[in-house]
């Protein structure tokens, strides 16, 4: 499996807009393709309607060429050239966000007993099967304290399996991100936004691509 996420990094809400579009328009080109993503988590911004991070996952593992090309053209820093919505008197056009890729693991851990597992009804939109099923699943890392919740799919099984997934990549960014700490060099994703050499640059917002 494989966890996608867009992040605005430390940046403004300009930064985490573009990455609401950004992911619309990642969105309509893997449907082009035949692709489709979850949204597992979300982190939204201050303004409505924008996301600070989106962490996706992509279950399918066998993909075309198309689809491969489609997939990393969105793994990189990415630019937008846009006269800011929120500040319009602002002299700043350049606002930037991350698309990272890991593959990670979605079976269940060796060491079970550090895991608590739960079930739960799912909670917004999604009718009447969401209100009435026990079908999202929450996961607490019980030594860290690490724990996710996922609801997207109808299946248990399914939202266990990317639950396993996200809880285990979080543990994995938690070991680098100390190890990290420990060097004196934060590069963590959620923290840094490199820019400069763009992989790919929009404009307006229509998100339009440069070319």
Aim: proline share 4%; charged share 25%.
């Amino acid at each position: 499996m494989k966890l996608i996420q867009f992040s605005a990094g430390q940046g403004p809400s300009e930064c985490a807009l573009a990455v609401a579009l950004g992911f619309k328009t990642f969105a309509k080109e893997l449907e082009k393709v035949g692709l489709n993503v979850d949204i597992i988590e979300q982190e939204p911004g201050y303004e409505r309607n924008t996301f600070k991070s989106v962490m996706l996952a992509l279950k399918n593992d066998n993909l075309s060429p198309d689809q491969k090309q489609v997939l990393e053209s969105w793994n990189g820093n990415m630019q937008w050239i846009c006269k800011s919505p929120y500040r319009p008197k602002h002299g700043r056009k350049n606002w930037f966000f991350n698309v990272v890729h890991w593959n990670v693991d979605s079976s269940q851990p060796a060491n079970l007993s550090d895991f608590e597992v739960r079930t739960c009804k799912a909670s917004g939109s999604g009718g009447q099967h969401v209100n009435t099923t026990d079908s999202a699943v929450q996961i607490l890392h019980k030594p860290s304290g690490l724990a996710v919740k996922v609801s997207t799919e109808r299946s248990q099984h399914q939202n266990k399996r990317l639950a396993w997934a996200l809880i285990q990549h979080k543990l994995e960014s938690q070991t680098q991100d100390r190890q990290a700490v420990l060097k004196g060099d934060m590069r963590m994703q959620h923290h840094q936004l490199e820019r400069g050499k763009p992989v790919r640059v929009f404009e307006g917002m229509k998100f339009k691509e440069k070319t």
